[in-house]
């Protein structure tokens, strides 16, 4: 027999669950966005410089000119022109048709071999300064790397004293598609629990089917878990979607262990879904749930949750306000889970502030969620 | 324990609202006895929804006690709403799902065990007539239907007392009188006890028991006739021959004596102050004296709306209206002002207006009336230009709005069905704005603002937001930016929709005075009654016109032996069953 609780509990779990399959857009929001963002963030967004128009202009070509320019367009990271003179290569800057231009002068091969310093010029354009440093880098690495074989060629120690060699952790080949792709799944997973429960939940105040509700033998709490279970199932498959995507599509590899994965997911699943509730009984209205949600959770995961723009290089005063965003923690889990592996010390902080959050804001809901019109 | 379905004790109730604190409800006390169907009454803004939401344990009272069966409702709200069922006035159905799915979400939260599911369902369905409808969606039936599935989800566990917040407003009478049914044959078959709150006085008639509120204090409790009883000997219907009844109303209606006087049928039913002998009533002079047709003063028995507005008309701030229109037969000029051929209007396959033909003369009240969905709205945008006709053609004032000039738009106002006035904009500057909308500008929007404020009495409000005013003010306001640039014809979509019987007397009283003075006035409405104020009317019905005339052809249409006298609605639902009957009959 089942209990009078648990029917009217399983009541608006299915009233839910029908509401979900009957509108698309939720559906939409839950299995088209991941693949969208995902796609858009793993292909088409790339913090990286690929493919960078290259102009080089060597004043007098000759064998040594040559090697270096093969060197640039063996790199995969540039796309080389090349100018007969300087002035034609600072005309397709001014047009933008390269980035950067790379020039040797006439002096460039005669002093190199006569072993004198041999500087070649770079010119790039500034406009964006973060590509800017890129290309400056890539540009730098290239010539580095040449300069080296060119002087083992010619049985020659290189005069510098001090080489950096570079070892990338994590991420060796300083992909962005590898830390974007966990962010993005920040996203999906606050676009679920916030905006989506929030908009569903004031839909009910705007009906005025909440009155109707409010009336029956429902308890308020079973309400409330009626509301999350479908939400909480809706976002965790929404979750192993972008995770299959992820590991599959975009081969982020997946260091860490899937289950601490899964948990530290549901967990900030249901800070989200608990914002969202809050939300909507806040605003009762689903235009002002709306924008609330993407004001106070959206915005925040994207700007400062360390998704996209590093939380160390922000002013103080910012990095303070991180501190009360969710996905911040929820960012670092699943960046370090993802690139890095079980990280303790890492994880360990970061659920735990998760788990705060989560008993927070169950009690200011609860408190918010009364059976009463007023 | 008594056996009281519902007890108040001195239940007050205060909100606060711009710092100002507002007694909804203030010191009310009353029972309200098992078995019985007790309807709760008042204008708008009396306090109606409040105390049924208190007795559902929705809201707290500030002071007092309510018991439901024997259960406090404030200790313990979860065991009352186990046993009461609310419908609230937007009752909560989901729209998007079925109607068999509403009816399972709603068994599971009323815990009704699965094995008696199936017979309610099938019982429930029955009774309203919605069996072959599981399957559709809520969000897709009709007003009438949707009340109906709101009435079985409610009645699922057979409450022990059933509260309905206006089941009817908005239902066409056909609906309404099967909603009527199965709570009466609920109270008959399970002994249940109704509270229901309604604007419709003639329902409040077919209660058991009816308590007034007015101003959130209890006015009065009794049998509608116990109540109308008092009235015995003051109400007459009056006829003079040869003065059309408007004009009679509202000469009348100033008379000395006179409390109220309604147009009713082809004459006027008055309400005095006092108990007189019919012979003893001393009509004003100028209708014995320019008039020579024969004048019939009959003795009627007393309803309860008489009651009603003898109660509060007292209370009322009513100024009569001190201007009399000259007397006048036959209207000025017989020249149609609007005129209508072969309108047709399709959505897609779906036929929405399907050639209807009418005339309007200048100076006359023109009825559209039918049921939700019959195409009368529709009709009425393409009249007034806001909607291209599919067919046929459409001149109001000889133009055609849809490509008229905008000075042509001056000479018509409009007041649409929704409040369409700015909410966060007060009295004065929303009449300021549709005035200089319509050209307005200087001495003259000044003097009309001033004209506006003092006829619709809106001096108290001149500062308050249009969004906080009282429904029945908003009306006010509504017609009264409606008619800021003095048109000549004036459309008027649903005007007394969810407005209180005190409202609506006050509207048409308005509306018959522009008549009057020569305004052509198109109206929608679907309060039956109300056809009664109309010179001519047509009824639709699925895009169709069913009937065209005056209020007397109609009601002539549906006279017969068992009703020698029916009412408009009577008439109405006559006409709707004549038709099916053709249907079917052309069908088979």
Known sequence: ?374 | MSDAALKLSSVSKLFESHGRVIKALDDVSFEIQAGKVTGLIGPDGAGKTTLMRLISGLLVPASGAIEVVGIDVISDPLAVQSQLGYMPQRFGLYDDLTVQQNLDLYADLQNIAYKDRQPRFDQLMNMTGMSPFTKRLAGNLSGGMKQKLGLACTLLRSPKLLILDEPTVGVDPVSRRELWEIIYQQVSQVGMSVLLSTAYMDEAERCDEVVLLHEGKLLMQGKPKDLSQPLSGRTFHISVEGVRHRTLQQVLSNAPDVLDALIEGEGVRVVMEQVVDAKAIVLPQVLTQETHGTVSIDPVKPRFEDAFIARLKTKSTITQQTTIAPLSVSSSADKAVISVDNLTRTFGEFIAVNKISFNVKKGEVFGLLGANGAGKSTAFRMLCGLLPVSSGKVSVAGLDLRVAAADARRRIGYMAQKFSLYSDLSVTQNLNFFSSAYGLSGKQQKQRLAWAITTFELENYKNTNAGNLPLGYKQRLSFAAALMHEPEILFLDEPTSGVDPLARREFWERTNHLAEMGVTILVTTHFMDEANYCDHLVIMEAGRILAAGTPLDMKNLARNDEQPDPSMEDAFIYLLNSNDQKHQAVIA
Not at chain 1, 47 to 63: C, E, R, S, T, W
Not at chain 1, 81 to 104: K, P, Y
């Open chain 1, 1 to 374: 027999m089942i209990s009078p609780s648990n029917m009217r509990l399983w009541g608006i779990i299915r009233k839910e669950a029908w509401q979900i399959v009957r509108d698309p857009s939720s559906i939409a929001i839950a299995f088209v966005m991941p693949v969208v963002l995902l796609y858009l963030f793993g292909y088409g967004i790339s913090l990286n410089a690929k493919d960078i128009p290259l102009g080089l202009v060597a004043d007098k070509p000759d064998l040594i000119t040559q090697s270096l320019q093969g060197s640039f367009e063996r790199s995969e990271f540039f796309n080389l022109m090349t100018f007969n003179s300087i002035q034609e290569a600072q005309l397709a800057v001014d047009e933008r048709l390269i980035d950067g231009i790379v020039w040797m002068r006439s002096n460039f091969s005669s002093n190199l071999q006569a072993g004198l310093d041999a500087p070649i010029n770079i010119i790039i354009n500034g406009v964006d300064s973060n590509q800017a440093n890129i290309t400056n880098g890539y540009i730098q690495g290239v010539w580095q790397a040449w300069l080296t074989h060119f002087a083992e060629s010619k049985g020659v120690e290189l005069s510098q004293t001090v080489q950096i060699k570079q070892r990338v952790w994590f991420n060796a080949a300083l992909s962005s598609r590898m830390y974007l792709v966990p962010g993005v799944i920040v996203i999906i997973m606050t676009i679920i629990g916030s905006l989506l429960t929030a908009m569903v939940v004031a839909r009910e105040w705007e009906r005025g089917t909440m009155e109707a509700l409010m009336v029956t033998p429902l308890r308020m709490k079973e309400m409330l878990v009626g509301k999350l279970i479908p939400y909480f199932i809706l976002g965790m498959a929404s979750m192993f979607l972008s995770l299959a995507l992820a590991v599959w599509q975009f081969e982020v590899p997946l260091r860490g262990s899937f289950w601490i994965v899964i948990v530290t997911s549901a967990l900030f699943m249901l800070v989200s879904l608990m914002i969202g509730l809050l939300i909507s009984i806040v605003s009762k209205n689903q235009f002002v749930a709306g924008q609330l949600a993407i004001i106070i959770t959206f915005l925040p995961a994207f700007i400062l949750s360390g998704f996209l723009f590093d939380i160390n290089s922000m002013p103080t005063a910012i990095q303070a306000v991180t501190l009360i965003v969710p996905s911040r923690y929820f960012v670092s889990l699943l960046q370090t889970l993802f690139l890095a592996g079980d990280v303790w010390p890492v994880i360990i902080p970061n659920s735990l502030v998760l788990l705060a959050m989560l008993i927070f804001f169950y009690v200011i809901v609860l408190r918010k969620f009364k059976k009463r019109l007023e």
